[in-house]
């Protein structure tokens, strides 16, 4: 059984904006004018319910617990021509790459996209405030007895899910060593353990080569089949969207011990991206052969490098434990995010 923590990169969530106030039927009752003109002011407008990115979250978690988001409602107008209190607004916080779809809307199209910190999007306009009495008053109509309630907010149903904004996106079978490659580049610190599907939410890092800093996402373990839904990987593909550098990490050290071939494992990453989202595979890809410090004969690597540099992929023999390689493997990062910005 799957974990509740792999499910909290979506959420479904019901947002309601206040109704409008009521407008206000009322007359001056001064010492002067005991048969004053009409002063009913207008109600005030409901409140907003705000969707606003924020760069210091990093999960769905808090909406997965809230089954409804609801703003407070206008006040009512009052006499003397006062207008009611508007409602308060209710602002929700996301984390930044947070899209947002109308589950009431037939097709459920996008309606936001907040990938950008401190952006903001107006889930749900509240209503309108009834108009008060004075509003009707003409040179015909000059006591009106009447006002207009106020108009309904909007109400829908959202559906959430996160897309990770990073520069580089870490990918891999289970256990390929993701996530102590990721401790080891940068302050995260996801779990590590010697069991598959160890990371079930992903984690990003910020890592530093000189006054260079770019961010790192450790997507959890992808199975084959995982674009159709097998594993978790389903869940987690739409992470590496945003990703403008994917890197491979084999585990070599592992597999060559128990005779597994790492090209096996690479082509069938290659086939599950594709399956997701053909331009995927377009994306600048780098190799890191992983766990190097478990062979005693890495001669045995030369032949995978040679079958990756004929398909154009540049390779790193690492060791996210014990840290050889990875310097090299950093710099070439900052090379091709360089050239990547100066293409734009």
């Known amino acids: 059984m799957k974990s509740d923590q792999s499910f909290i990169d979506e959420a479904v969530v019901s947002v309601r904006a206040g109704r409008g106030g009521d407008g206000f039927v009322g ?71 947070t899209v947002v779809r109308d589950l009431s809307t037939e097709g459920q199209p996008q309606a936001a996209d907040l990938c950008i910190d401190g952006q903001r999007f107006v889930a749900a306009r509240g209503g309108r405030g009834g108009r008060g009495n004075a509003q009707f008053a003409t040179a015909t109509r000059q006591a009106p007895d009447f006002a207009t309630p106020g108009r309904e907010g909007e109400s829908r149903k959202l559906g959430l899910s996160l897309k990770l904004l990073a520069d580089v996106g870490l990918l891999g079978f289970p256990n390929a060593g993701k996530s102590t490659l990721l401790r080891s580049i940068s302050a995260a610190r996801p779990k590590v353990a010697n069991y598959p599907f160890t990371t079930l939410v992903p984690h990003l890092g910020v890592a ?106 540049s390779t790193f023999r690492i060791s996210g434990a014990t840290g050889e390689g990875i310097a090299g493997l950093l710099q070439q990062i900052v090379r091709i995010l360089a050239q990547d910005e100066t293409t734009q």
Not at 242 to 248: C, D, E, F, Q
């Open 27 to 97: 007359f001056r009752r001064e010492k002067f004018a005991p048969r004053g003109g009409p002063d009913g002011g207008d109600g005030g407008a409901g409140g907003d319910v705000v969707f606003v990115a924020d760069h210091n979250l990093a999960t769905l978690y808090d909406l997965r617990l809230r089954v409804e988001v609801a703003a407070e409602d206008g006040h009512k107008g009052e006499g003397r021509n006062r207008t009611g209190r508007d409602g308060e607004d209710v602002e929700v916080r996301l984390p930044v790459g």
């Open 208 to 313: 530093a080569v000189g006054e260079r800093r770019f961010v790192v996402a450790d997507i959890p373990g992808l199975i084959e089949g995982a674009s159709e839904g097998s594993g978790m990987g389903d869940r987690f593909l739409r992470h590496i969207e945003r990703t403008r550098v994917l890197l491979h990490v084999l585990d070599c050290g592992g597999a060559l011990l128990e005779e597994r071939d790492p090209l096996t494992e690479y082509e069938a990453l290659r086939g599950e991206l594709k399956a997701y989202d053909a331009s995927l595979a377009e994306r600048t890809e780098i190799v890191a052969l992983n766990k190097i410090d478990l062979l005693s004969d890495r001669g045995q690597l030369d032949a995978i490098e040679h079958a990756l540099a004929s398909r154009g992929c």
